[in-house]
């Protein structure tokens, strides 16, 4: 399998604090792989910097081997590069529909038919379809966090970075939402996915990365990383030679 | 779940709808049922209709709070002056001309002031506004200072006998007007208008959607400039005389406007219409009161803004959801009882 995303000596600091230190990494095409690490550990801005958001202060960034790292973030979007935020970031006094609209005719670039189709198929299938004429404003935080995933799917993505959404799920929806993972990794997108509920992460990724203070410590199978001393340091505060 | 569409329609919208027709033609109509002065003031009435309604896409939409929008009405009634007097350019031609002029001489304006940041930004569109009047001031052939008059033969060659000039005047001002909200309705709906409104609510996201940010605020600014230009030019042909403290008036084309779209709801289509109306109401009931006019001006203002932040339109929709003039987007079959 060839890369879509590939990552090499990316480095990011504000001031003193390093948030990125010489990251490397690659992600297959088809892939599936979840990112873990402490909170602050430096996973979101990671995002950040694959999408745009934040310009690394060194280091390659490539997408289907064409160095992307100067592109703005609109770009980075329409090449293909998706992402949910963490912290919800709605358009507010737009209805649901009207966001996922957005993003199907700007990051995907749809015309306005294709794109009402598209839509309407995505927030099916996320389970938004009925709170469609609802402003965004007005959605619980659990109907925003599926709303950053609506629209992130609508841009078409082939790389989908997804940033914590399982969080506050119950049992049944944080299956279902498995679920829907899954079937967009059926249709050929490449994933990667930070999150703390490692039980859902596991039902999908083939690999682990773990970051902590801005640098990749551990990298595997994801049996093989859970395992290993130095996630069992980082979670549990183990000694790594006990 | 085959039935599900998406349609902009609501049962208000198609009753306005059917209803814009006539009120079309009656308007077009007023020569013959309304008088000298009232013809004059609807014609004030639609040109600042257009002024709110652009400067609210500016700042209620692309978020680029302009101060300065004085540039371009002034630029464009020095352009037409110039334009018809100096270069002896016929009137009709001259119009669509300055606009253009107002576009292309807004683009480099843009691409200097967009490298400030909020109240940095309206300080900026105001010095810019500065620039211009004093450039103005600087032209002897256009009177410099002190102004100069349209002369009387321009404005004899644009329609015989004064009735004819002054039912000109009004389609002229009706038709800008018609252009411009017209114009906004339609770029709103288009792919390019909801990705506007996207930025109006979220920068962060509507970037990281693909939604170029720079262009997009740019081409707004650029269309809006010219458009102004144009409002301009309608302005100062009705006025027929031209001096830059009056033509780059800060208190007269942005002041005013700025409170017109305030109190009628930024944000929204509906908004400056409905504020333009309130805003002239208040002027004709009210200006043989002076100072105390300007006071309650004031007094409405900060009303508004502690009862209705959003506005008068924006406390009736956000209350009864409607919307005359139709943007969102609806999905329509779903089962809502089921």
Redesign the interface.
């Known amino acids: 399998m060839s890369a879509i995303l590939e990552l090499n000596g990316v480095s990011k600091a504000f001031g003193a604090v390093v948030v990125a230190d010489d990251q490397s990494w690659t992600l297959d095409k088809g892939e599936a792989m979840g990112v873990i690490g402490p909170n602050g550990a430096g996973k979101t801005t990671m995002f950040n910097l694959v ?3 934040l310009a690394a202060d060194a280091g390659v960034i490539r997408l289907n081997g064409e160095t992307i790292s100067k592109w ?4 980075r ?2 090449a293909g590069i ?2 949910s ?1 963490q912290v919800p ?7 649901v ?3 996922a ?3 199907a ?5 749809l015309s ?1 038919v294709q ?2 189709k598209l ?2 198929d995505v927030l ?1 299938r996320t389970g938004l ?2 709170k ?2 609802v402003k965004a404003g007005g959605l619980t935080l659990l109907e925003r966090k599926r709303l950053e995933l609506s ?1 992130a799917l609508c ?1 078409k993505p082939s790389v989908l970075l997804l940033d914590e959404i399982a969080g506050g799920l119950t049992e049944h929806e944080c299956h279902a939402l498995i679920q829907t993972i899954k079937d967009v990794r059926e249709t050929g997108v490449s994933i990667v996915w930070i999150e703390h509920v490692v039980h859902a992460l596991l039902a999908v990724v083939d690999r682990l990365i773990v970051i902590d203070f801005g640098k990749k410590i551990a990298e595997g199978a994801p049996e093989a990383i859970m395992q290993s001393d130095a996630v069992r340091e980082i979670y549990l505060g183990l000694d790594a030679d006990a | 779940m085959s039935t599900l569409t998406v349609t902009r329609r609501t049962r208000l919208s198609t009753v306005v709808l059917i209803l814009l027709a006539p009120i079309l033609i009656a308007l077009i109509a007023a020569p013959w049922w309304a008088g000298r002065a009232d013809l004059r003031l609807m014609g004030e009435i639609a040109l600042y209709m257009s002024l709110a309604t652009l400067w609210n896409l500016l700042a209620g939409y692309a978020g680029l709070v302009s101060v300065g929008q004085q540039a371009y009405v002034g630029l464009g009634g020095y352009l037409f002056f110039a334009l018809t007097m100096l270069a002896g350019i016929d009137p009709y031609v001259a119009l669509p001309l300055a606009a253009l002029a107002g576009a292309v001489i807004a683009a480099p304006v843009a691409v200097l002031i967009f490298r400030l940041r909020g109240a940095y930004f309206a300080i900026g569109t105001w010095v810019m506004a500065e620039v211009f009047r004093l450039s103005f001031a600087q032209v002897s052939a256009l009177g410099g200072g002190s102004g100069t008059s349209l002369s009387a033969s321009i404005v004899r060659g644009m329609a015989d006998g004064r009735a004819a000039r002054e039912a000109m005047a009004w389609w002229l001002a009706l038709g800008v007007a018609v252009l411009v909200i017209g114009a906004v309705v339609l770029f709103l709906r288009s792919r390019q208008g909801v990705a506007l409104t996207a930025i109006r609510d979220n920068e962060v996201a509507a970037r990281s959607l693909g939604i170029d940010i720079w262009r997009s605020k740019f081409i707004v600014y650029v269309v809006v400039g010219g458009l102004t230009t144009l409002v301009g030019c309608l302005i100062f042909l009705q006025k027929l005389r031209i001096s830059p403290d009056a033509a780059f008036s800060v208190n007269d084309w942005t002041a005013f406007v700025i409170f017109i779209v305030v109190i009628g709801g930024i944000g929204t289509i509906e908004g400056p219409i409905i504020g333009t109306l309130v805003f002239f109401a208040l002027r004709e009931t009210m200006a043989d009161l002076g100072t105390l006019y300007l006071i309650a001006l004031g007094l409405v203002a900060i009303v508004i803004m502690l009862k209705a932040p959003r506005g008068l339109w924006g406390f009736l929709r956000d209350r009864y959801n409607i919307e005359i003039f139709p943007l969102s987007r609806r999905v329509t079959g779903l089962n809502k009882g089921a």
């Open positions: 999408t745009g958001n703005p973030a609109a770009r979007c329409r998706a992402r935020f970031q709605p358009f507010a006094h737009m209805t529909f009207e966001n609209y957005v993003a005719t700007q990051g995907a670039g306005s794109a009402d839509c309407l099916e379809l009925e469609s004429n629209r841009a």
